[in-house]
C-alpha cells in the first residue's frame, strides 16, 4: 500500500568519527565562540555524537574579523589549554581559517599570510549577494602554489541559486565545493535547501561540514532528520572528507 509517509532520520547517527573542517569553535576571534568556555561546551554537544576531530576555520576578512596567523594560532593556544584543563584529550583540534575574497586577499596570499586546511587546501568564501570580481583570479593564484581551492558553502550565494551551470563553471576552474550540513534542514532558508539538493543530486559536492558558530545551531544540527535517499546521497561526501583531513 502506498504511504504518503515517508520516515527520515537523524543525520547525527551517521557522522561518528567524522572530521569537521569547517566550524567557528576558536573563541574570541569572530562570530563564533566568544571564550573557552563557549568552546567546550560546543565541543561537548558535538562529542554527544561522536565528532572529536575538528580544523578551525575563523573568518579572515578585511574591515571585520582582521584575523592573522598569529592571532588564530594564539586563539588555538588558549582552546587547546582549555581542552587540556578539563580532561578532554582525545580531542583533535587544528587551525586554519575561512578566507573571504576580498581586495586584501591576493597581498595575504603573496605574503603568506594565509591558513590552509591540512597544508594542501585553502578555504575560501565570497558576498552572499555578489560574487567577487577577481575570484578566478585568484583561484589561478592559489593553484599556482600548488594549493587547492574549496569554496564554503555554495549553496548560500544568493546570486548562484538554482544555476547548475555556474556550479559546473566553478568546478571546471578548479574549484572544490564544500556544503554546509545545516543548508539540508531548510536552516538557512528554502531556496538554500533547494540548491544544496541541487548540488546533491548531481553530484557536484566534494565536502561536507557544519559551519557550526553557536550552540543554538549545534540543536537544530542535533535535530536534523533527512529522507534515507537524502542521506545515501550524503554518506560518501561525509567519507571523502573525513578520508581526506583525518
Known amino acids: 500500500m502506498f504511504s504518503f509517509f515517508t520516515k527520515k532520520h537523524f543525520l547525527i ?3 561518528n568519527g567524522f572530521v569537521d573542517i569547517h566550524n567557528h569553535i576558536l573563541p574570541g576571534i569572530d562570530d563564533g565562540a566568544k571564550t573557552v568556555e563557549d568552546s567546550l561546551e560546543l ?17 579572515i576578512m578585511e574591515n571585520y574579523y582582521p ?18 584543563m578539563n580532561d578532554f584529550n582525545h580531542v583533535r583540534v587544528e587551525a586554519a581559517a575561512e578566507h573571504m575574497i576580498d581586495a586584501g586577499f591576493e597581498s595575504k596570499l603573496e605574503d603568506n599570510r594565509i591558513m590552509p586546511l ?10 552572499y549577494l555578489q560574487p567577487s570580481l577577481n575570484l578566478f583570479d585568484m583561484v589561478e593564484k592559489i593553484s ?13 550565494y544568493n546570486f548562484l541559486h538554482g544555476k547548475q551551470k ?3 563553471e566553478l568546478k571546471n576552474k578548479g574549484m572544490l565545493l564544500q556544503l554546509n550540513i545545516l543548508s539540508l534542514s531548510g536552516y538557512y532558508g528554502k531556496e538554500v535547501q533547494k540548491t544544496a539538493m541541487l548540488l546533491l543530486n548531481h553530484n557536484l559536492l566534494d565536502f561536507i561540514a557544519t559551519d557550526i558558530h553557536n550552540t543554538r545551531q549545534l540543536k537544530v544540527l542535533k535535530e536534523m532528520e533527512l529522507k534515507q535517499q537524502t542521506i545515501d546521497l ?13
Open 144 to 156: 599556482a602554489r600548488s594549493l587547492y581551492t574549496i569554496l564554503a558553502h555554495p549553496e548560500r
Open 166 to 168: 555556474s556550479f559546473e
Open 13 to 15: 547517527d551517521h557522522l
Open 43 to 59: 565541543i561537548k554537544g558535538f562529542g554527544e555524537f561522536g565528532v572529536s576531530d575538528f580544523i578551525c576555520t575563523p573568518h
Open 234 to 246: 550524503v554518506l560518501p561526501i561525509i567519507e571523502r572528507t573525513t578520508y581526506n583531513f583525518k
Open 67 to 84: 584575523n592573522t596567523p598569529d592571532t588564530i594560532h594564539n586563539s588555538l593556544v588558549l582552546l587547546k589549554n582549555g581542552l587540556k
Open 118 to 127: 591540512a597544508s594542501s587546501y585553502i578555504l575560501i568564501e565570497m558576498s
